[in-house]
């Protein structure tokens, strides 16, 4: 007998999502991926100045913040044919890798952690152990047993308040959590670290975009400007402090959150067998060394893999009708030529075409459409994509660092590579990824000191700025590897403004619902076989959805070239 | 276990905190609250005998920028607010528990502190038909947010999103999204708008709740004075470029490497009502203007269609400026368009009304202050 459970809201993620999974026998048997909420950011967007796209574009998501801004003035230098400065790439380099050092970080104590460490067997531990465990993974000069006992002693007023606040009604003393007290205390205690710490590294943002979430982009280049002899731009000073930042997010990632995740697999290695998922994996690559337009010298390489197969690396073309593809066929819009075909971003329709149960409901109707996710296909393949999809085609296509990384890590596991298919996999990949960022962010730095002391300290080409001097019309393609992967906008200009404009987001690959050829996408397929300890408390599956760091708000999106429903409101 | 939650004073006590740790404490939040020094005192006091109030936080429209931002606070930091402060019963992105679990948590709060508990919002709510754009353990976000406005003691709406709607109510508003104040209309909900709200301005809004059991008092737009009543063209570092008629024209010319004013670039600062100037972004490390961008005026309503944000504000740059940007309804301001326009005119009407308040409002506080000064010259 199978049982249905719901779980509405999934938290610890971005956005509002719903999984609606069977349980039978003690584990998933079929899983439904629900987007809850829309906005309609492509809509909105038309009729503006394509140079605004990147603020409207960026507020699609606040914890991914950034990316989009990215992928849209990509985007549209893309279109009218700009290329920036190599400063400008440099900084937009540096803002990206401080982007996924905050949010990886972020990711793994505040949003997946707790689905491994028990809070409360936090408080049986003996300080002394976790110190004594601490220091034998790790230099963190703040491992001691004065400041375990400081946090347990915190945990414990907690707790005897009566009020946990964030920790009430946690899967506290579930079956499925299995580290030691000891190893709970370290986390509970780097979760408060990493809470400390995060608000750090975001400072670069805060040096070349005047704020963070939601820095300022400029398409031709970065709005900040250099001078070495002004207190008023990027001088000695605000490149030491960029300096200062990335010394200290080296030594969190390497001392703090890399031993963390280490340790904490270790005592839950079933998790590289479970929650592998779809077999295909797609990564746009990001990371120029020698400008946007040469994907060959990209840290992260572009490529698709089929079937697992790491011997064969995949072309990948954003601007190719015939690769990038969405259905709406299980999702909440209408499609004019019928919902069964798949349209390209570029000629992508949309049309609001709710036809969910009447709110308040219990359960959706998963035959029909159940989310407001489109469902994207590459090549009509379902695609994983992230940090594990990101390692996998840079390590297929040779990346040494990232062969050298991978090969280290599982061999302290004694695992063969298709450990890596895996929820734990997907973890660690994210982890492991965010150690190479630090470093090659560390290069990044100091190739933009180095350019300034040679004399170039251009940040931004005025050539194109004015739209007058743009083609009638324009289409353009901006690909990024967002922090949960593959990211690409697609803009249409007519007449110097936006005649149309598309994302196809991370989080609708991953949490999109079926395809019109009943094929599940990541989220949906990764469920499958997940061992249920008590179906009442989802932990396992809130391991697994987490395990892809879901971003809802971006993933769920809207715009109608055809203007029929939508066009009912009127623009004034 | 205690039948009562502890006070915060009993919770530093048990954490090995000294009484002058307690009182440098209250010290930083009275001064991160915006709150004069003679407050102190009653900061103190308020903060060693409540319990932790009950916060809970909701997700709608939205793109949890607000939550990230609140999540950089540097004073007080953000652990120490979750876990001393307040008790954050209700938190999507936070919280341990989901599904129904989450939803326990919050009604359990709802029903046993009912009458107490803080609300805040992140995110508008959908109105238009209804309200299946956004939905939450099945019920819409409309359903939700008016029940848990029934026993709120105050509600806060988080960012420009719940204040004024944001990006997803610009036009053409394709879901009805619509800001908190216009679903509740029976209480006052205190508008702390940005794109995202400054992290210490989203703090210090709940540091002084919990300091002095009160609202903070609110501009006539119902914005925390505190942090809402400067300009921050008046509270800009850049502003004599601007009173010198030193220009950035294009970004990147050798007026940006001196860091002048950034007026024909674009900036909304004439018409932005933030601290972004004074306590600046991320602990004080920059703002939009250092860092050589224009203000896009995301803590003004309708800022989304008052662009292109590279379209400078309407006037000839130079001396006489200063007159245009201060009687700005009169002009129709920034054009892009006519429907942009017309909408414009809207929003600089409310913009003069507001000025015209504000006016008032400092002549009235000027009155106060050397009534004051005179009590205290006597």
């Not at chain 2, 709150?35 to 936080?57: C, D, N």
């Not at chain 2, 921050?232 to 601007?242: I, L, Q, T």
């Not at chain 2, 024909?264 to 490390?285: A, D, E, H, L, Q």
């Amino acid at each position: 007998m199978s049982t249905r459970i719901v779980i509405d809201p999934i938290t610890r993620i971005e956005g509002h999502l719903r999984i609606e999974a069977e349980v039978k026998n003690g584990k998933v048997s079929n899983a439904y991926s629900s987007g809850t909420m829309v906005r309609g950011i492509e809509i909105i967007l038309r009729g503006r100045d394509p140079r605004d796209a990147w603020a409207f574009t960026e507020r699609a998501c606040g914890v991914c913040t950034t990316v989009h801004a990215l992928a849209s003035v990509r985007t549209v230098e893309n279109a009218v044919g700009i290329v920036v400065p190599p400063n400008a790439e440099l900084v937009r380099n540096l803002m990206f890798c401080a982007q996924y050092l905050q949010d990886h970080v972020v990711h793994f104590y505040q949003l997946h952690a707790l689905d491994w460490v028990d809070v409360v067997s936090a408080l049986k531990a003996n300080p002394v152990e976790a110190e004594s465990i601490a220091q034998s993974i790790s230099p963190w000069p703040k491992n001691s047993r004065t400041y375990f006992k400081e946090v347990q002693n915190r945990v414990k007023a907690l707790v005897e308040s009566g009020q946990l606040g964030i920790f009430a009604n946690g899967y506290w003393g579930h079956p499925a959590y299995k580290l030691p007290p000891a190893v709970n205390l370290i986390g509970v205690a780097h979760y408060l670290d990493a809470l400390e710490w995060q608000k750090e590294i975001i400072k670069v943002h805060t040096i070349f975009g005047g704020k963070n979430p939601h820095p300022n982009y400029l398409v031709g280049g970065v709005p900040c400007a250099v001078n070495t002899e002004d207190a008023n731009a990027i001088n000695a000073e605000r490149l030491a402090y960029v300096g200062t930042l990335i010394g200290n997010a080296i030594d969190f990632v390497e001392q703090v959150y890399v031993p963390d995740l280490l340790a904490v697999a270790s005592f839950y290695k079933e998790w590289f067998s479970i929650g592998g998922g779809l077999k295909n994996y797609l990564a746009y690559g990001d990371l120029p060394t020698n400008g946007y337009n040469d994907p060959s010298n990209f840290k992260f390489q572009r490529g698709a893999i089929l079937n697992r197969n790491l011997n064969e690396v995949f072309e990948v073309k954003g601007e190719d009708p015939e690769e990038v593809r969405e259905y709406v066929t299980h999702s909440w819009y209408k499609y004019a030529g019928g919902d069964a075909k798949s349209l390209p971003p570029w000629n992508g329709e949309t049309d609001l075409n709710f036809t969910g149960p009447k709110p308040p409901y219990e359960q959706l109707n998963v035959d029909g459409k159940y989310s407001w996710i489109k469902t994207p296909r590459w090549k009509d393949n379902p695609m994983e994509v992230g940090p594990l999809a990101r390692l996998l085609v840079a390590f297929a296509s040779g990346n040494t660092d990232v062969k050298e990384v991978i090969t280290e890590t599982l061999k302290k596991f004694d695992a063969p590579v298709t450990a890596l298919f895996s929820t734990l996999g997907r973890t660690a990949a994210r982890g492991l990824e965010t150690k190479l960022v630090a470093h090659w962010m560390k290069e990044f730095h100091q190739d933009l000191i180095t350019n300034i002391k040679n004399g170039d300290i251009r940040m931004f080409n005025s050539e194109k700025w004015e739209p007058k001097t743009w083609p009638k019309e324009a289409k353009g393609v901006g690909l990024s590897e967002a922090p949960r992967g593959a990211l690409a906008h697609w803009i249409d200009i007519k007449d110097e403004k936006i005649a149309n404009y598309q994302l196809v987001v991370p989080s609708t690959w991953n949490a999109s619902p079926r395809d019109a050829n009943g094929k599940r996408s990541a989220y949906e397929a990764s469920l499958l076989d997940t061992p249920m300890a008590n179906p009442e408390q989802p932990l396992e599956i809130l391991r697994t959805v987490h395990s892809f760091d879901p971003c809802i708000a971006c993933a769920v999106h809207l715009h109608d070239p055809e203007g029929k429903h939508l066009n009912r409101i009127s623009f004034m | 276990m205690p039948d009562q939650p502890q006070t915060l004073w009993e919770k530093m006590q048990s954490q090995g905190y000294s009484r002058r740790d307690f009182m440098r404490f209250c010290a930083y939040i009275t001064a991160a609250a915006g709150i004069h020094a003679s407050g102190l005192s009653k900061v103190a006091k308020a903060l060693e005998t409540k319990p932790r109030p009950p916060v809970v936080w909701f997700h709608f429209q939205e793109c949890t920028c607000c939550s990230e931002s609140f999540i950089r606070s540097s004073h007080p930091i953000v652990s120490d607010i979750i876990l001393d402060k307040i008790s954050l019963d209700y938190s999507e992105t936070l919280q341990a528990a989901a599904g129904h679990q989450a939803e326990a948590a919050l009604h359990n709060t709802m029903e046993k502190y009912k009458g107490e508990y803080i609300m805040t919002v992140e995110g508008s709510v959908p109105t238009k038909d209804g309200g299946v754009y956004c939905t939450i353990g099945g019920r819409t976000a409309l359903d939700i947010v008016k029940e848990a406005a029934e026993g709120a003691k105050a509600i806060i709406a988080w960012g420009s999103c719940a204040s004024n709607g944001c990006i997803q109510a610009s036009k053409p508003n394709p879901t009805g999204a619509t800001p908190i104040h216009e679903v509740i209309t029976n209480k006052t909900v205190i508008k702390v708008p940005g794109c995202p709200p400054i992290a210490e301005v989203m703090a210090g809004v709940i540091v002084y709740i919990l300091a002095f059991d009160r609202l903070p008092q609110l501009d006539g737009l119902g914005r925390p004075q505190s942090f809402y009543s400067t300009r921050v063209h008046d509270s800009c570092y850049r502003r004599p470029y601007y009173d010198a008629g030193l220009f950035v024209e294009t970004f990147d010319d050798d007026a940006a490497k001196k860091g002048h004013c950034l007026y024909k670039m674009g900036c909304r600062g004439p018409v932005t009502y933030n601290s972004c100037g004074i306590i600046r972004w991320n602990n004080g490390v920059s703002y939009p203007i250092q860092s050589g961008h224009g203000c896009i005026g995301c803590s003004e309503a309708s800022f989304w269609d008052n662009g292109p944000f590279y379209r400078h504000l309407a006037s000839f740059p130079g001396f006489g400026i200063e007159t245009t940007a201060d009687t700005i309804g009169t002009v129709a301001a920034i054009g892009a368009g006519a429907g942009v326009a017309g909408h414009a005119i809207a929003t600089n009407i409310r913009k003069r009304r507001l000025i015209k308040q504000e006016m008032e409002h400092s002549v009235k506080n000027e009155d106060v202050a050397s009534a004051n000064e005179q009590k205290g010259g006597e």
